[in-house]
C-alpha cells in the first residue's frame, strides 16, 4: 500500500475514533455553528448573518463587515479583527474573545454582556454605550479605550490595563477593579463600584 493511502487511512481511523473532533471547514457559509476555526476571513461579509454558537477560534477576521451579526455564544478565542466593521452593533453576549486582537476597533453600542474578554487587546478601542454588564475583563488591555457611558455594572476588571482609558459617566457598579492602576483615566460622572456618582473632574480616582 502507499504511503499516502496509509496516511488517509490514517487520518480517517483518527476521525472515527475520536468523533468529538470536528476539522474546520472554512468554505461553509455563514450560520450558526459554523466551524472556522483557523481560517482566513479577511475583509469578509458577515452583515446580518446569524452565527450564534460559532466556532472563529483563530480566525483572521481583520477588515470584516460585521454590522448586525449575531455572534451569541461564539467561540473567537485569539481571533484577530483588526480593523473589523462593526458599526451600528454587533451581538456578542456570552461570546468567547480572549486574547483576541480588536486593538482600536470601534465597539460603540456593542452587546457584550457577560462575554469573555479576558487578556484580549482593546487598546485604543471604542465601546462608548457599549453593553458590559457581568462580562470577564480580567488582565485585558484598555489603554486609551474610550469607554463613556459604558455599562460595566458587575463586570471583572481585575487587572486590567486602564492608563489614559475615558470612563465618564460610565457605569461601574458592582464592577472587581482589585490591581488596576486608575492613573490617567478619567471617571468625571461615572457610577463608581459603591453606586456615588463620581464628581467632575475625576481624573484616576473617584472624587466626591
Not at 481511523?13 to 472556522?36: H, Y
Not at 480588536?102 to 487598546?123: C, H, Q
Request: with cysteine; hydrophobic share 45%; aromatic share 2%.
Amino acid at each position: 500500500m502507499s504511503r499516502p493511502a496509509v496516511a488517509a487511512g490514517l487520518l480517517a481511523t483518527l476521525v472515527v475514533a475520536l468523533p468529538g473532533i470536528a476539522l474546520a471547514r472554512c468554505e461553509d457559509p455563514a450560520g450558526p455553528k459554523v466551524n472556522w476555526q483557523g481560517c482566513n476571513k479577511r475583509d469578509v461579509d458577515l452583515r446580518d448573518k446569524d452565527l450564534q454558537g460559532a466556532n472563529l477560534q483563530s480566525a483572521l477576521l481583520a477588515g470584516a463587515k460585521m454590522g448586525r451579526a449575531n455572534l451569541r455564544g461564539a467561540n473567537l478565542n485569539k481571533a484577530s479583527l483588526l480593523e473589523a466593521d462593526l458599526s451600528p452593533t454587533v451581538d456578542f453576549r456570552e461570546a468567547t474573545l480572549s486574547e483576541a486582537n480588536l486593538k482600536g476597533v470601534d465597539l460603540t453600542y456593542a452587546k457584550l454582556d457577560s462575554a469573555d474578554l479576558r487578556g484580549a487587546n482593546l487598546e485604543g478601542a471604542i465601546l462608548e454605550e457599549a453593553s458590559l454588564p457581568r462580562a470577564d475583563l480580567e488582565g485585558t488591555r484598555l489603554l486609551d479605550a474610550s469607554l463613556i457611558e459604558a455599562n460595566l455594572q458587575g463586570a471583572n476588571l481585575k487587572g486590567a490595563f486602564l492608563r489614559g482609558a475615558k470612563l465618564s459617566r460610565a457605569n461601574l457598579r458592582d464592577a472587581k477593579l482589585e490591581g488596576v492602576n486608575l492613573a490617567g483615566v478619567n471617571l468625571s460622572g461615572a457610577t463608581w463600584t459603591d453606586g456615588r456618582t463620581c464628581a467632575s473632574p475625576s481624573i484616576g480616582a473617584c472624587n466626591k
